[in-house]
């Protein structure tokens, strides 16, 4: 149903979705030497860029970047999916936390709000690159310092978007969602089936 792709993404959810959903896949893993998954991504927003544009942004080099290791290793021709996920509180993009002092006020912030969390998947053969975006809305329940202080501690928030993984501890934080629990985790199932369908039909739309 689905072609096999490259995962440009070290992620272990990204992983665990797509097998969740068939896909057969090879992580674009990186040589000794070589710079991270986004080595070749400036994730730096544009003045004036808002946020769904950001995080689409993203996606695309990161699938760009993908495809153009494959094509220097000369790796078989199979696509490749990179995905990007951030937050958005007051209109501010807000993405992994720089440390645990970080990753504490991002928490103190979303504590009884409501934010957006925006993903965004794009797909490359190396001849077209699709996309698709993923918004969801998410409300916090009220944290209190010891709850911030003992989940921080616990260096799950540090390495994920917005300082929390919802799958993970940080579940018991969440009182409502609207939109996609599997976007919010940080690969939206619906809109990666569509452009995995769109590529496996050859489909030059």
């Keep these: 149903m689905y072609p096999r792709i490259y995962l440009a993404s070290k992620s272990p959810r990204r992983r665990d979705l797509l097998r969740q959903i068939g896909v057969n896949f090879d992580v674009l893993t990186f040589r ?25 942004r993203l996606a695309l080099a990161k699938a760009e970047a993908g495809m153009r290791r494959v094509l220097w290793r000369k790796l078989l021709r199979h696509p490749v999916l990179a995905a990007d996920t951030t937050l958005e509180l007051d209109g501010e993009i807000i993405g992994k936390p720089r440390d645990a002092a970080d990753a504490h006020a991002i928490l103190s912030r979303l504590s009884g709000r409501t934010h957006r969390v925006l993903t965004a998947v794009a797909v490359s053969n190396g001849e077209r690159i699709r996309s698709r975006v ?9 944290l209190d ?12 928030p540090l390495d994920k978007a917005g300082a929390y993984g919802i799958q993970g501890r ?9 939109g996609s629990y599997s976007g919010i985790m940080g ?19």
């Design 170 to 178: 940080a579940a018991v934080f969440v009182e409502e969602i609207h």
């Design 134 to 142: 993923s918004i969801s809305q998410v409300r916090f329940t009220t």
């Design 32 to 56: 000794d030497g070589e710079r991270g998954e986004d080595a070749d991504v400036d994730e730096t927003p544009l003045p004036g860029e808002g946020v769904e544009r950001y995080v689409e």
């Design 187 to 205: 690969l939206p199932l619906f809109e990666t089936a569509q452009l995995l369908e769109l590529f496996g039909s050859g489909d030059k739309a």
């Design 145 to 156: 310092e010891h709850s911030i202080r003992h989940y921080v501690a616990s260096g799950e």
